[in-house]
T-cell receptor
Framework: QKEVEQNSGPLSVPEGAIASLNCTYS??????FFWYRQYSGKSPELIMF????GDKEDGRFTAQLNKASQYVSLLIRDSQPSDSATYLC??????????????FGKGTKLTVNP | DAEITQSPRHKITETGRQVTLACHQT?????MFWYRQDLGHGLRLIHY???????NKGEVSDGYSVSRSNTEDLPLTLESAASSQTSVYFC???????????FGQGTRLTVV
């Protein structure tokens, strides 16, 4: 099983709709969870992070974490064409040596149609 | 402003040659990471470092090495470049455990 898995895309939604992106992870010891956005040809950039179970809202974005079920999701409300990008789920794992390993899923490509 | 820079941005090399990709950050971050990104595979971790003299293998470390002699730099070396190592390489750094990682601009490497 891959350490971090995302629902396969691509995902296409109309402008103004809610886009829902999902991610599961395998290591129950994971403590920190991130959502990055990557535009084509660009570097990933952080849009949300979440550490505790429940919801975290930031503008049109809501991250949801359920540690018991080992999944984290990202909701984008009122989707805009500018939200069209690949969304990467990342999980921080603490190794036995005390280092932090940041592992990414394959990403889900989102297209918002005007 | 603090930043993280990669060089070169583009590189073409021949099979069998040794290649070093540079990564330099001015945030004084402890954590540094190297990833490769290929279509259909997302970002895959090559090596990572928690601090000076600390290096660790990621999921796709074969054929790659890193060294961390200071806080600012984590160069990635391809010992003997292979066509399978043609990819876009990203370096990233973060302050500490569970904090945001910042990415460099990426290096597009082509092995011919």
């Amino acid at each position: 099983q891959k350490e971090v898995e995302q629902n396969s895309g691509p995902l296409s939604v109309p402008e103004g709709a809610i886009a829902s992106l999902n991610c599961t992870y395998s290591d129950r010891g994971s403590q920190s969870f991130f959502w990055y956005r990557q535009y084509s040809g660009k570097s990933p950039e952080l849009i949300m992070f979440i550490y505790s179970n429940g919801d975290k809202e930031d503008g049109r974005f809501t991250a949801q974490l359920n540690k018991a079920s080992q999944y984290v999701s990202l909701l984008i409300r009122d989707s805009q064409p500018s939200d069209s990008a690949t969304y990467l789920c990342a999980v921080a794992l603490i190794t036995q040596g005390g280092s932090e390993k940041l592992v990414f899923g394959k990403g889900t490509k989102l297209t918002v149609n005007p | 402003d603090a930043e993280i820079t990669q060089s070169p941005r583009h590189k073409i090399t021949e099979t069998g040659r040794q290649v070093t990709l540079a990564c330099h950050q001015t945030w004084n971050h402890n954590n540094m990471f190297w990833y490769r990104q290929d279509l259909g595979h997302g970002l895959r971790l090559i090596h990572y470092s928690y601090g000076v003299q600390d290096t660790n293998k990621g999921e796709v470390s074969d054929g790659y090495s890193v060294s961390r002699s200071n806080t600012e730099d984590l160069p990635l070396t391809l010992e003997s470049a292979a066509s399978s190592q043609t990819s876009v390489y990203f370096c990233a750094s973060s302050r500490g455990i569970g904090t945001e990682a910042f990415f460099g601009q990426g290096t597009r490497l082509t092995v011919v």
